[in-house]
C-alpha cells in the first residue's frame, strides 16, 4: 500500500519561505510523475505544480517565479519551496500521484501566510 505523507507547513508571514516535502512509502516507482495541489476554504482544489518522471515542472500562474517544486535524488521525495509568500498562498496542501491507474493523496500540510 502506498501513503504519501506531506511535512513542513506552517504559519509564515508575508514575504517568508517554506519548504514543504512529500515522501512517498510502500511499493512507490520512483521517479513517478508527482504534484502538489492546494485548497484554500470555500475553493476548490487547485493544481500547483507538478513533476515528470523526465525532470519537467509546471507551475501554477500565479506562483511562478516563487515556488519551485523538486526531486530527492532516490525518487521517492518531492519537495516545493515557497518563497515570497502571500496571503493568498494560505491553504492546505496536498501531494498528489497516479501510482499503477490510482490516484494517492496525502493528508494535506496547512500553510497559512500572515499579512
Known amino acids: 500500500q502506498v501513503q504519501l505523507v506531506e511535512s513542513g507547513g506552517d504559519l509564515v508571514q508575508a514575504g517568508g519561505s517554506l519548504r514543504l516535502s512529500c515522501e512517498a512509502s510502500?511499493?512507490?516507482?520512483?521517479?513517478?510523475?508527482m504534484a502538489w495541489y492546494r485548497q484554500a476554504p470555500g475553493k476548490q482544489r487547485e493544481l500547483v505544480a507538478s513533476l515528470t518522471s523526465g525532470g519537467s515542472a509546471d507551475y501554477l500562474d500565479s506562483v511562478k517565479g516563487r515556488f519551485a517544486m523538486s526531486r530527492h535524488r532516490l525518487g521517492n521525495k518531492v519537495y516545493l519551496q515557497m518563497d515570497n509568500l502571500k496571503p493568498e498562498d494560505t491553504a492546505t496542501y496536498y501531494c498528489?500521484?497516479?501510482?499503477?491507474?490510482?490516484?494517492?493523496w496525502g493528508q494535506g500540510t496547512q500553510v497559512t501566510v500572515s499579512a
Open positions: 498528489y500521484s497516479r501510482i499503477y491507474g490510482v490516484d494517492k
Open positions: 510502500g511499493r512507490f516507482p520512483s521517479f513517478n510523475t
